[in-house]
């Protein structure tokens, strides 16, 4: 593709592809050109360098997280779709879990998800840092839930690039995990039942049911203090 021809648009879509399909580590200038037709220079015309690439693409995932219309839902619900949107958000981006271990991540569309989800908890009757306090406690629970997700996705691609058997030494790491937990009474009969799961793997609907739990007690805070919320609360 000329450089003439090449668009910011064009590079921050394809970088995401490549991101998705290789990591973090596998994001350099000279395969993203190879992707879009060009040569490596011509991206430097519109990107400084490889951080300011990952800060572009990383903003612009922003945009897929759902932004509920608080004039039409109440603030449980918005919070809900929030939070259940960046959690599939991060799921299908695993490499930005990692990214924010080593890059601080601003932009308009992260900007835009933290304002409408201050205005989710402010709906709901916190205010000021209270709000603050509320949004963050429930994205670091969503954080949190798919560390597990990007780091097996990770190492699963780490190991297929030294040549192993990824999902071969998942299973013997199991396997031998569960060994050692079968020394263990509660761990033992989580094992042992008809409809047991791997050890280390969570029981399914975890998520949901973390995530209603937290706004439950979200709204026994609000509750205690005797704070109205819904379309009073605005």
Request: glycine content about 8%; aromatic content about 8%.
């Amino acid at each position: 593709m000329p450089r003439d021809t090449l668009t910011k648009e064009q590079i921050i879509q394809t970088a995401i592809e490549l991101l998705d399909d290789e990591g973090l580590d596998g994001l350099n200038m000279r395969s993203l050109g190879k992707r879009l037709g060009t040569v490596a220079t011509a991206v430097y015309w519109h990107v400084k360098n490889k951080d300011d690439l990952i800060l572009l693409v990383g903003d612009r995932l922003w945009d897929e997280v759902e932004l509920p219309d608080l004039d039409t839902v109440d603030w449980r619900t918005a919070a809900t779709a929030m939070a259940t949107s960046l959690h599939a958000m991060f799921s299908r981006h695993p490499w930005l879990v990692q990214a924010f271990g080593s890059h601080l991540f601003y932009g308009p569309g992260k900007a835009r998800h933290d304002d409408h989800n201050l205005a989710v908890y402010e709906t709901a009757g916190f205010a000021g840092t209270q709000a603050d306090r509320a949004a963050a406690t429930v994205f670091t629970f969503v954080l949190g839930n798919v560390l597990g997700v990007s780091a097996t996705v990770s190492l699963t691609r780490r190991l297929s690039r030294d040549g192993a058997d990824a999902e071969a030494l998942f299973q013997d790491t199991m396997a031998k995990a569960s060994e050692v937990a079968m020394q263990f009474p509660r761990l033992r009969a989580r094992l042992e039942t008809p409809a047991a799961v791997d050890y280390a793997i969570a029981p399914e609907q975890t998520f949901g049911f973390g995530l209603q739990t937290l706004l439950d007690g979200l709204e026994a805070e609000l509750a205690g203090r005797h704070v109205p919320t819904g379309p009073q609360a605005r």
